[in-house]
């Protein structure tokens, strides 16, 4: 217990060294860097791996406990994304809303299939092997962002893999890379078309990462109970934790007896479906008032800082570095295509708002929802057109679903090779298509 402690309080001051750096140094500030990334980067210079060759900062044994939190958190982070749901709303849906999730899904489909391709033609082609599994990486990185790095290493451990922290060590680098380049290039495309009338007001507060006007300070959320019975962010931290506990004795009893198909699922990707009817039930049972999303956001939102930090600081260099040729040639296949497909399917679907559009589901598609948002929020400062509900909606879909298909993949090309996730892949990709085409066609009839 006194290691826990320790590499909290150890992470923490890492963070708040981000923040502070960040604050100060005007190219963290023109790069959007986050200030667990910048704190994970100066935990990964005292480390072993550079300062810690020559004077020990930290325990080592430390380093495999915080190598191992992310896929320790991505449990609570992902079991809460059901909880708070609107399910059953009866308003219409749009069509540039189911257009949006379906291009956000496409995309999802084509980088997946883009990195198993990749380890296909190094196997085939310059004859290098990469670890098995290999292809997960690039739409872990680049739509989930640091985070969700934790989701490629649980599902492997869970599948006893020899490689994992590698594996995060990839999807921790691809990540980054897919940040600060999807970002850049994101502004890069509105300068091209608004010029020199950006919103710097805007760009100022997303740059410095802080609000200092307190007329300006959002609300972190709604207090659903009173102190007398229980503090509001322990009560919501109460359903996510017991839900994932209870997930993880659950599936432990499908394994002990080897249940088909429930005994495979991953722990959080069965803690989801457990959410989902346990989410159910309180609507059911009239106890929706009780949750409120912005406060379970924030929840999994520090949760997720803490990932960050300890994913990044505990990279491990010589695994990544001899993995720097396919990084490379998967970021670029990756952005390139991503850009592509985004900009070319928002010109034939969308038939307004195509920057806007295209830059939002570029942004999350690259980076995080934040990043899609930040480069809406540049385009349209008051958010006054309709994009940011389509887009809210769409990837509300996908970030349900996009973990689920990841661990899938992973599980194929583990327990196979990388032609079983392509073939999958393939699948999905052709009937997104036919999909929207046949949507969109029946809307014009």
């Not at 958010?383 to 992973?410: K, M, N, R, W």
Request: proline share 3%; glycine share 8%.
């Amino acid at each position: 217990m006194n290691d826990f402690l320790n590499i909290t309080a150890y992470l923490s001051i890492l963070l708040i060294l981000g923040i502070i750096i960040k604050s100060k140094v005007r190219i963290f500030q023109e790069l959007f860097i986050p200030a667990s990334v910048i704190g994970g980067i100066i935990g990964l210079i005292i480390g072993p791996d550079f300062f810690g060759k020559y004077y020990e900062v930290i325990p080592k044994n430390w380093i495999n406990d915080m190598r191992a939190i992310p896929g320790v958190l991505i449990i609570p982070i992902l079991v809460s994304i059901p909880l708070g749901m609107e399910l059953g709303r009866k308003n219409k849906v749009f069509q540039n809303t189911i257009n949006t999730g379906g291009i956000l899904f496409l995309v999802t489909f084509i980088q997946l299939f883009i990195g198993y391709f990749i380890n296909f033609i190094f196997d085939k082609v310059f004859n290098i092997k990469l670890y098995k599994s290999f292809g997960a990486e690039l739409n872990s990185a680049f739509a989930g962002g640091h985070g969700t790095a934790g989701v490629v290493a649980r599902t492997l451990k869970e599948l006893e893999s020899n490689y994992w922290e590698l594996a995060q060590g990839v999807t921790v680098t691809l990540a980054t890379i897919g940040l600060v380049t999807g970002i850049i290039f994101g502004i890069f495309q509105i300068r091209r078309k608004f010029g020199n009338t950006l919103k710097n007001e805007i760009l100022s507060e997303y740059k410095n990462g802080y609000i200092k006007n307190r007329e300006k300070q959002a609300i972190l959320g709604k207090e659903t109970m009173l102190t007398t019975t229980v503090d509001t962010l322990a009560y919501h931290l109460a359903i996510i934790f017991s839900v994932s506990g209870l997930a993880i004795i659950t599936l432990n009893i499908f394994k002990k007896f080897q249940i088909p198909l429930l005994s495979k699922l991953t722990i959080w990707s069965f803690g989801m479906i457990v959410m989902f009817f346990v989410w159910k039930t309180m609507i059911k049972l009239k106890l929706e008032w009780s949750v409120d999303s912005k406060v379970k956001g924030k929840i999994t939102g520090t949760l997720t800082e803490f990932a960050i930090v300890a994913a990044v600081a505990t990279i491990p260099l010589r695994g990544v570095i001899s993995y720097i040729f396919p990084i490379v040639v998967t970021s670029l296949v990756g952005f390139t295509i991503t850009w592509i497909v985004i900009d070319q399917l928002s010109k034939k679907y969308f038939k307004d708002y195509h920057l806007e559009r295209t830059l939002a589901m570029f942004g999350t598609s690259t980076g995080v929802f934040i990043t899609g948002l930040l480069l809406l929020r540049i385009c349209d400062p008051k958010l006054e057109t309709p994009v940011l509900q389509d887009y809210s909606l769409g990837f509300s879909i996908t970030a349900l679903l996009g973990p689920i298909l990841i661990a899938v993949c992973i599980q194929l090309s583990f327990t196979y090779n990388y032609f079983y996730p392509m073939g999958l892949l393939i699948v999905l990709i052709s009937l997104t298509i036919l999909s929207l085409e046949y949507y969109n066609k029946g809307v014009e009839r």
